[in-house]
């Protein structure tokens, strides 16, 4: 008689997608993955998120086929958001995904980080939330002439990241799964305002940035503040500016003065 006890994993998209960092919880490798996402402004029009991912020779020897898996699946769910791929070697991408304004880089953030999966049946409705891997980003841009105010509201849902089910045991690891930071480079100065109990940022040396180390298996919360100059703003004073010179060149005074 065939028994009806199997995995509670065993048909999840989220297994096959998460298999070679299962493998390394496994194996009790640590910094098995180093993942860094990026949320990079130039002007409040234009930017782009950032994907750097290198996978450890550990893994790689050790699952060389399933991280190939792992690297293709992300690289494919980066292309459908329009992304550049750069294969920096074997076990090595950069994903770079460019958006046009605040709304479009949270449609498209969401898109790329929202996995949604249909438990199965037999999965307990606790433990089906805890193999859900989930992103909300927000952002409010504020114009106020020449600067724009950008607030930036970011929550990162990585307790997926914390089971490992198998014949219904859970060994809880998640530091030995990824090293994973959230990079926010911006051309002028940035600054957290998160509260004292959420993630805390470490400035960028390189960069006018901030950059935070995420925690495996919990809900990784951000919040921060950055202004950007407005082109508008900045381009209707020079005319305005242009047009009074002229003025002043032509007929020797102020506009308006006798």
């Known amino acids: 008689m065939r028994s009806n006890k199997q995995p509670i994993m065993k048909n999840s998209n989220v297994m096959r997608f998460l298999l070679p960092i299962i493998l390394c919880l496994a194996t009790l490798l640590t ?4 993942y860094q996402v990026g949320v990079n402004f130039a002007t409040p029009y234009s930017g782009e998120i950032t ?13 060389p086929n399933e991280t190939k898996k792992w690297l293709h699946s992300l690289e494919k769910r980066s292309r459908k958001l329009g992304c550049k791929v750069e294969k920096l070697n074997t076990q090595e991408l950069m994903l770079t995904i460019p958006f046009g304004n605040g709304a479009e880089l949270a449609e498209k953030f969401n898109q790329l980080f929202q996995t949604n999966v249909v438990p199965n049946a037999t999965i307990p409705k606790e433990k089906a939330d805890l193999i859900k891997l989930n992103s909300q980003v927000s952002i409010h ?3 106020l002439v020449f600067v724009e105010r950008n607030n930036l509201d970011l929550a990162i849902d990585l307790r997926a990241l914390k089971v490992l089910t198998q014949q219904d045991k859970i060994i809880i690891n998640p530091d030995s799964v990824a090293n994973l930071k959230f990079q926010l480079t911006t051309p002028w100065i940035a600054h ?4 004292a109990d959420q993630l805390q940022p470490t400035k960028n040396p390189l960069q006018k940035g901030l950059v935070w180390q995420l925690k495996p298996g919990e809900v990784n919360h951000i919040e ?18 242009l047009g009074i010179l002229g003025y002043l060149l032509k007929y020797r005074r102020f506009p308006g003065v006798a």
């Open 192 to 195: 957290s305002i998160s509260n």
């Open 31 to 34: 910094g098995c993955v180093d």
């Open 51 to 63: 994907q750097q991912i290198k996978v450890s020779d550990q893994l790689s020897n050790l699952a």
């Open 141 to 143: 841009q504020s114009n």
């Open 224 to 241: 921060a503040v950055f202004w950007l100059p407005s082109p508008i703003g900045i381009g209707a004073a020079v005319i305005v500016l």
